[in-house]
């Protein structure tokens, strides 16, 4: 069964496709003119030789599957070459047929995956363009600047193809980056109008659930209850729960209202806050994120800081963000115990879904997370992310997809 093309692939040779189906329509019309002016003072035999070869090639390459299957190899286009020499044979090298073979040159330097260059010179170019130097040589004036003329067009064929080809591509380039960018604008905005619902409902909630779990253990504690310690225990629960709901909505609030450099400093201090046992160095310069992307890498610096004060037994950790070639790098170092499995799916075997999600949030915003350790020495993390838009995917940089190898900790996977 035929693995079907992701619509990202099918989409990006749209443009292609569009002018490949104008440039092989100008050609069967030029063809088509050449049998019509041309083809009375031609051999019957040869003309419709060349009025059959030109309906079984359009016919073949009318659908944009056969050109891209037909730019993988050198079959078709010889093929589609031996058709042009058929043209220049019956029709002459002049008029309409240097037209024909303009054509013929832009479509194989177009969709040649290989070697364009060499697929688009080969075949009727060759006689073409042999046919033109021995009018050099041998011709009149008139015959040598026609000669010259042919040599230019060919090579300014191959030229607008390369051109129109590298237009495509940095055309396709911006469409995908800027529907990402939309995309993660609204996945900020869906985030921003979940938060102000946990705010509005949950937090509330939660509080109400606390205030009377606290009475309710109060009361109980006086009367000496034997359900007082379970009460209390429920209590600190929902006091833990309502916290933790009031500063998600906080960090939410923070990425979108404050600079992301900063968020992420904030985010740092207030996690030495909550563990003064651990000593922070802390050096994270300016830089610029959007707000998906600057979500995501907040959550992760966010789970790694968590992993480090539960599992790493550490005495410092430093972090560390800058800003480079359009690339924002955060690494969180610490001294604690170090790594031994290289395998996400290791830890999610065993029920750490921490590490599995960094290099999931970071996948999601076309980043990567690196986990470099040594027993005993302490871990690394590098976490980068595009600081800009841009059409630049993890498989361009190595970026490991999830669930592929990469270093993570024995005690640090959360």
Not at 261 to 283: F, K, Y
Not at 308 to 337: C, F, I, K, M, P
Request: hydrophobic share 45%; charged share 20%; with cysteine.
């Amino acid at each position: 069964m035929r693995e079907r093309q992701p619509r990202e692939a099918r989409e990006s040779v749209e443009w292609v496709h569009v002018v490949v189906h104008v440039v092989l329509t100008t050609r069967t019309a030029v063809g088509l003119l050449l049998v019509v002016i041309d083809g009375a003072g031609a051999d019957a035999g040869a003309t419709m030789s060349a009025v059959v070869a030109l309906t079984v090639m359009t016919l073949y390459l009318g659908r944009p599957s056969r050109w891209d299957r037909a730019a993988r190899s050198v079959v078709i286009p010889l093929l589609d070459s031996l058709l042009a020499v058929v043209v220049l044979a019956t029709f002459g090298t002049d008029g309409w047929a240097l037209g024909y073979v303009a054509a013929t040159v832009f479509l194989w330097a177009l969709v040649g995956q290989r070697t364009p260059w060499m697929v688009a010179l080969s075949g009727p170019m060759v006689v073409y363009l042999g046919l033109g130097l021995a009018d050099l040589v041998v011709g009149d004036l008139q015959e040598a600047l026609k000669a010259a003329l042919r040599v230019v067009v060919v090579c300014l064929s191959v030229a607008a193809a390369a051109r129109t080809r590298s237009v495509l591509h940095d055309y396709r380039s911006l469409e995908l980056a800027v529907r990402a960018e939309r995309l993660r604008t609204a996945q900020a905005e869906e985030r921003m109008r979940l938060s102000v619902e946990m705010h509005d409902s949950v937090a509330k909630s939660l509080h109400g659930i606390h205030l009377m779990s606290a009475h309710l253990a109060t009361r109980l504690g006086e009367e000496g209850h034997p359900a007082s310690e379970q009460v209390a225990l429920l209590r600190d629960s929902v006091d833990r729960a309502r916290l933790e709901t009031r500063e998600l909505v906080a960090s939410r609030r923070t990425v979108e209202d404050s600079e992301p450099s900063v968020a992420l400093a904030d985010l740092a201090r207030t996690w030495q806050t909550a563990h003064p046992g651990l000593r922070l160095e802390l050096d994270v310069g300016p830089f610029e994120l959007g707000p998906g992307v600057a979500h995501e890498l907040l959550s992760a610096v966010g789970e790694l800081l968590e992993n480090v004060a539960r599992h790493a037994a550490a005495d410092t950790v430093s972090l560390t963000a800058v800003e480079s070639s359009g690339w924002v790098s955060v690494t969180v170092r610490d001294d604690g115990r170090g790594m031994a499995s290289t395998r996400t799916g290791d830890w999610v075997a065993r029920g750490h879904f921490g590490v599995d999600g960094v290099a999931r949030r970071l996948a999601r915003v076309s980043g990567s997370a690196r986990f470099e350790s040594t027993p005993g020495r302490g871990t690394t993390v590098v976490l980068e992310v595009p600081a800009h838009v841009q059409d630049t995917g993890a498989a361009e940089r190595g970026h490991a997809a999830p669930g592929t190898p990469v270093p993570t900790t024995t005690g640090e996977a959360g």
